[in-house]
């Protein structure tokens, strides 16, 4: 019974991605008369792999660097996943250490100060930071695309969780072996909560490399845009939507979070799963 | 040595993260709905006026005229001396790359030929109007705003309440820079005359640079079948060919409800209705042809001779026109080729675009479409260059090729032949060409819904309040529903006044 359920369950997962990829080798026609499968044998159109190409060169062309923009934005892309998710493990793991391993004063009060912050929505704080990025010289740099991202409140929680149940004992005897906090942090902490610290770094990259409103705010030319961002082009307009090349041009994007979800999918489950946060 | 070390790190961290975002990066739904009351604060402080330094050559008593910011007459922009200035002028769009590709090769085109050495060049803000908007807004408050952007009626007046954006009267009448009498009667008035703003004294807020228009679309073949020899003339018939065509076609609709307060807008227009009165002081969308058209559409949907397109399906109408499902449907003349594939693919039947029942009447019309470009109160030097980019754009030989581009309208009628010719050579044109060609004739007619501050959240209630509350209960009163819409809607307006 249980397999029936969860089978019936990926199915409806899937769906979405199915719904994707046949929309995306579709003629337009098809897509807005809504044929579903208008192949043979119940149709005559052929597979439209056209659309790929198609998206890709719509999406225009980089003269600066002599590839199609699609490569720029993907490399952007990757850039700022890899950058904002580096800075944010590094930032996440040492306060998470200091809110459990180290005495300081005050040390509930500044944890519950950090969950706070998760209570003050985005957009509230969205143009401040943009004159912040203007003023501080960042617009249209890579900094403003990272830097306002070094630190998750979510990835400081999730670890604090996760290191509170490491032993003290394990800590104590880190201390007679004489090491220190940061040796014990990185020799000991850290590989213990591999599995947290890979969900943190995967639920970053799927933010980072989704997010749009950001970079369109504090990005100026086509060349420091994110993919998010160059799809944008192919929703709709005032007289329809290419539907089958921003199909095409979202399976481009989506191909890279799902490969890395395929390759870390069982430390994720597992981070979600040792944290208590789970349904 | 160590420990304090790493205390200070943890501290260091701990600040970062305190001051970090609340949550995951930025999120990925498109930007809300767009803030009408909120404060802007003014883009520059007013840059010292700037005196004519060398006598132009042109202009020998210009050096004594006093410029302001904004030149305030056309004496004034005459004066403004640009040659070794080497202005940059930066144009904020909501166009996708292949756009842009062409716009920046039409500005290379003008950073090459102009003579005061202007360079310009065009950015993407984003992919609609509301990205666009969102972007201005946050730049402003940095003091960091383009030369020009493109920006709808109603958010150029928002622009124009904070002193953001600039009279563009002036510099139209400047003798030196201006558009000759010959030149603006090419234009097509009508365009011209949308930019003219109610609440500012009749301020021109924005130029054309691209337009469309509201249409229906309507199924020949059926309408045929039915006994009409082409589309409606008038609302009566209108009525009785959907209420036919349900009838005879059960499980398909003569015409479909949209969620958007356009539709709404237009039939108001077509009936000689008006969302706003001339004086831009109060919505007058309650008037005898908003209770006439509330009360059509309530018969039409109690007769289940038409259907609600819901707001999750998005251009439903397209599709089920497409499929023959509908006899009728309303929508942006841009989405013409849209609806080509649609027909292609689906119903495969004989269809054509129409005026709206009764838009060529007396002092009826049709709901134009399509954002102008504004220009950033900076100095005068950029504002005349931002103009002098915008004059370019409106050229016969730039406005054709933007149209041909992107099947928008041109702003010129000395481009109509060609844009004509070039989308009949065109693969995705070629089919509606003769169809597109049709609203040359039509822009005589056209009107614009509201050019003024705080129009956006009377567009959602004249959904929610009115349009949806109909579609729930197609008894309601109709004339109570359009009082209290335009009662919130007024206030809206009273709030969102010049100050």
């Excluded at chain 2, 989405?335 to 029942?357: N, R, S, T």
């Amino acid at each position: 019974m249980i397999y029936s359920v969860l089978i019936v369950g990926a199915i409806i997962s899937i769906c979405p991605f199915v719904y994707m990829i046949m929309t995306s080798l579709k003629e337009l026609g098809s897509v807005i008369a809504n044929r579903f499968w208008p192949w043979p044998p119940f149709g005559t159109e052929d597979l439209q792999f056209q659309n790929y190409p198609d998206a890709i060169a719509k999406a225009g062309f980089d003269k600066q660097w002599g590839v199609p923009l699609i490569v720029r934005y993907f490399a952007n892309s990757v850039i700022i996943s890899v950058g904002t998710i580096m800075g944010t493990l590094i930032t996440s793991i040492l306060a998470a250490y200091a809110l459990t391993h180290i005495n300081l004063p005050g040390r509930n009060v500044i944890f519950i100060a950090i969950l706070a912050t998760i209570m003050i929505p985005n957009d509230l704080t969205l143009v401040p930071k943009v004159v912040m990025m203007y003023q501080l010289g960042w617009y249209n740099t890579y900094l403003a695309l990272i830097v306002p991202f070094l630190a998750s409140v979510f990835g400081i929680f999730l670890l604090r969780q996760f290191f509170m149940q490491i032993p003290k004992d394990l800590f104590d005897a880190a201390l007679i072996d004489g090491s220190g906090h940061l040796r014990y942090l990185w020799t000991i902490v850290v590989p213990l909560s591999r599995p947290a610290i890979v969900t943190i770094a995967l639920l970053n990259f799927i933010a980072s490399w989704d997010s749009f409103k950001w970079p369109l705010l504090v990005t100026r030319d086509s060349s420091m845009r994110v993919l998010a961002v160059g799809m944008q082009q192919f929703q709709a307009t005032e007289g329809g939507t290419n539907t089958h090349q921003m199909m095409a041009f979202a399976a481009m994007v989506v191909i890279p979070v799902i490969i890395l979800y395929f390759f870390t999918q069982r430390y994720f489950t597992e981070g979600i799963a040792r944290t208590g946060i789970k349904g | 040595m160590r420990k304090s070390m790493f205390a200070v790190l943890a501290v260091i961290a701990l600040l970062i993260a305190a001051c970090g975002p609340s949550a995951t990066p930025a999120p990925t739904t498109a930007p809300a709905a767009q803030p009408t009351t909120a404060a802007v604060s003014p883009t520059k402080p007013p840059a010292v006026p700037t005196t004519a330094p060398v006598a132009p050559t042109t202009a020998p008593t210009a050096a004594a005229v006093k410029i302001n910011n904004p030149p305030a007459s056309a004496a004034e922009v005459d004066a403004i001396v640009l040659a070794g200035k080497n202005v940059q002028v930066t144009y904020w769009h909501n166009r996708p790359q292949k756009d842009q590709d062409l716009l920046q090769s039409m500005l290379d085109e003008f950073n090459k030929s102009n003579p005061y050495g202007i360079k310009a060049k065009a950015e993407i803000a984003g992919s609609s109007y509301n990205d666009v908007y969102n972007k201005v807004n946050a730049a402003l408050q940095a003091n960091q705003p383009p030369e020009i952007s493109v920006a709808y009626q109603n958010q150029a007046a928002f622009y124009r309440g904070q002193n953001a954006v600039i009279d563009l009267t002036p510099f139209v009448k400047s003798t030196k820079y201006g558009i000759s009498d010959a030149d603006m009667k090419d234009y097509i008035q009508t365009f011209l005359d949308s930019d003219k703003n109610p609440q500012f004294k009749n301020e021109v807020l924005g130029f054309p640079t691209q337009r469309s228009m509201e249409v229906m679309f309507v199924n020949l073949d059926a309408l045929k079948k039915l006994g009409y020899d082409g589309a409606p003339k008038d609302w009566k018939t209108f009525e009785e060919a959907a209420c036919k065509f349900a009838k005879d076609n059960p499980g398909k609709y003569g015409w479909d409800v949209g969620h958007d307060a356009s539709r709404f807008a237009a039939r108001i227009f077509a009936r000689g209705g008006r969302i706003l009165a001339p004086d831009g002081q109060s919505y007058v969308f309650n008037s005898q042809a908003g209770v006439d058209d509330l009360s059509m559409v309530a018969r039409l949907l109690q007769n289940k001779c038409a259907v609600e397109i819901p707001t999750s399906e998005s251009f439903g109408n397209q599709n089920r026109f497409g499929n023959g499902d509908l006899l009728m449907t309303m929508g942006s003349s841009s989405g013409l080729p849209f609806f080509q594939q649609a027909v292609d693919k689906g119903g495969k039947f004989k269809w054509d675009i129409a005026l709206l029942p009764g838009a060529d009447q007396p002092n009826a019309g049709m709901d134009l479409y399509g954002a102008s470009v504004s220009v950033y109160k900076t100095t005068p030097e950029k504002e005349l260059a931002a103009w002098l980019v915008i004059k370019f754009l409106g050229e016969k030989t730039q406005t054709t090729k933007w149209a041909l581009a992107t099947g928008y309208l041109p702003v010129r009628q000395s481009a109509k032949a060609d844009v004509i010719a070039g989308f009949k050579a065109d693969k995705t044109w070629g089919p509606v060409a003769d169809s597109y060609a049709k609203m040359f004739d039509w822009t005589k007619y056209s009107l614009i819904e509201s050019p003024v501050a705080g129009y956006d959240p009377v567009r959602l209630s004249l959904d929610k309040d009115v349009v949806t509350k109909l579609i729930q209960d197609p008894k309601s009163d109709v004339k109570a529903l359009l009082d209290a819409a335009k009662a919130s809607a007024d206030k809206v307006l009273k709030e969102n006044a010049p100050k």
